[in-house]
Every structure is written in structure tokens, then in C-alpha cells.
């Protein structure tokens, strides 16, 4: 079973550089008002439409859940070496689990986080100042991440 994902883009180079990155992977198709994007892991049909009229306006995110830490920490390699500002969380309590993370936003504003589960808990969060609760890319983001 796959995820089907179309999501609208300004930029559509841009967002096709950044999706390369998250997903480590290039586009099955890529014209110039459409790209698509086709994974295993994870298993995802992501496809993006330019429209440079939208605008995301919801507060909604997006993840990637990965097998190991090392991955966490592989992805936020791979964002730092494309260019991409990047928040970690590492033994983070967010949604009624321990996390480590990176967050990263793609270039239409949606946040991406890529996490590893080290434990479940009976708590939502740490005290609400999570990087799950604000805009990652925001001067004003909680203490907990290190960019």
C-alpha cells in the first residue's frame, strides 16, 4: 500500500529540490507544471502541481517516521547540506511519545519533520513548548531545538 499525496506549489523547482532531499529520491516524472515523486520508503506517490497563486494556510504538518535515530540524524544532514534551516528535537515528549526529530519546511511553508519513536508515554507533551507546536522556521521557536 502506497500514500497518495498532491500538494500546490509556487515554486515547482524549488519544492522538487526540497522533496529530493526528505525523500531521498528523484521525481519519476518531472515536467514544467508538474513533478511526481514515487517511494518505497515510504511508501508514497507524492505528486506536486504548480500554482503560483497557492498559499498554504492551515497550520497542518507532515512526517516522515524513520527506523533508527541515525536516520533522524542522516536527514538532518542531508537538510543542512542543501541549504535548508533545520530545528532538532532530541528526547522530546511530543504527542504521548519520546522523539527524537529534524524539522524542515518546504518551500510553500508546509513543516516537514522526519522522527524515530524511542518510547511512548502517557504525556502529550513536555509543557507545550515543543517544536511540534510552532512554526519550526520561526526566530522565535522554543529553546528545545538546536539549529
Known sequence: MKMHINLATRDLDASVAFYRTL???????????YALFVTNEPGL???LDLDPGSAVRDGAHYGVVVASSAEVDAAEARFRAAGYAVDVETDETCCYAVQNKVWATDPDGRRWE???V???????DNDGTSCCRTDAA???SPRCCKT
Open 114 to 116: 522526519t522522527y524515530y
Open 23 to 33: 525523500l531521498v529520491a528523484e521525481p519519476a516524472k518531472h515536467y514544467a507544471d
Open 118 to 124: 524511542l518510547a511512548e508515554t502517557k504525556e502529550r
Open 138 to 140: 520561526a526566530p522565535e
Open 45 to 47: 506517490e507524492l505528486a
